[in-house]
């Protein structure tokens, strides 16, 4: 695979997981009639959310992580990358669509997403003044 193909995996992976949270937001919706909001229905709520929050954080780690691909970075590098975003976002997904407060889903999904931003941020800190 090249590291364009790497990337392209991985930007189609989350792209599905964002998908299937939002599918679930339209399921939510069909069922309680409710157009806008969420209504008075905590399960809408943790749907609208968990697909939410994918889209806030999801889309910042595929630029980069396609920035590291176009700059030659290691076809290993981006897989471990790859591989931890789409774990962590399918983990905290299903953390906040299922389970009200605080839970291992959403705490580890959060984390390793957190240390994905990290990586990328300083790979690509260090690459722009170092060449």
């Given at each position: 695979?090249?590291?364009?193909?790497?990337?392209?995996?991985?930007?189609?992976?989350?792209?599905?997981?964002?998908?299937?949270?939002?599918?679930?937001?339209?399921?939510?919706?069909?069922?309680t009639k409710?157009?806008?909001?969420?209504?008075?229905?905590?399960?809408?709520?943790?749907?609208?959310?968990?697909?939410?929050?994918?889209?806030?954080?999801?889309?910042?780690?595929?630029?980069?992580?396609?920035?590291?691909?176009?700059?030659?970075?290691?076809?290993?590098?981006?897989?471990?990358?790859?591989?931890?975003?789409?774990?962590?976002?399918?983990?905290?997904?299903?953390?906040?669509?299922?389970?009200?407060?605080?839970?291992?889903?959403?705490?580890?999904?959060?984390?390793?997403?957190?240390?994905?931003?990290?990586?990328?941020?300083?790979?690509?800190?260090?690459?722009?003044?170092?060449?």
């Open positions: 695979m090249t590291a364009m193909q790497v990337a392209s995996l991985y930007v189609g992976l989350n792209l599905l997981i964002l998908l299937i949270l939002g599918a679930n937001v339209v399921r939510y919706r069909l069922s409710t157009s806008l909001g969420m209504g008075e229905n905590p399960a809408l709520e943790r749907a609208c959310r968990a697909h939410a929050n994918g889209a806030e954080w999801t889309p910042g780690v595929l630029i980069a992580l396609v920035v590291m691909a176009l700059i030659g970075a290691p076809i290993m590098a981006l897989h471990a990358i790859g591989v931890t975003l789409t774990v962590a976002r399918g983990i905290h997904g299903w953390g906040v669509a299922t389970q009200d407060g605080p839970n291992i889903g959403r705490f580890l999904g959060a984390l390793m997403t957190l240390i994905v931003y990290a990586v990328l941020a300083v790979g690509l800190v260090l690459h722009a003044v170092t060449g």
